[in-house]
Nanobody, 129 residues
């Protein structure tokens, strides 16, 4: 099992940027499918971005495509990132990272909550003027 801790959230004005980090411990995430999800008040947790096990593929929700970028540092930092640009008020939510170590396809991007086995505690992102 891998432990995940998110950081980097905060208050930002519309149009601004934030970079979220997800630090992993207990197991390397260089060989894991990774994802970012978010949950706004009163709404279901939804997929935001995903990275395949091999790192060769990425996937994004339509609402964040061309604004958000998922990446992974496979070296000693063992960290997943989410670069968020051109932020909008509707991006306000608690953001969670998730990991899945065993996969059937190394290039597949997992988009469903049930596909992930390990979760962080979340970090709040608020976009407001």
């Amino acid at each position: 099992q891998v432990q995940l801790v998110e950081s980097g959230g905060g208050l930002v004005q519309p149009g601004g940027s934030l970079r979220l980090s997800c630090a992993a411990s207990g197991r390397t995430i260089s060989r894991a499918a990774m994802g970012w999800f978010r949950q706004a008040p009163g709404k279901e947790r939804e997929f935001v971005a995903g990275l395949s096990w091999s790192g060769s593929s990425t996937g994004y929700a339509d609402s964040v495509k061309d604004r958000f970028t998922i990446s992974r540092d496979n070296d000693a930092k063992n960290t997943l990132y989410l670069q968020m640009n051109s932020l909008k008020p509707e991006d306000t939510a608690v953001y969670y990272c998730a990991a899945r170590s065993q996969v059937y396809s190394t290039s597949y991007v997992h988009r469903e909550r049930y596909e992930y086995h390990d979760w962080g505690q979340g970090t709040q992102v608020t976009v407001s003027s």
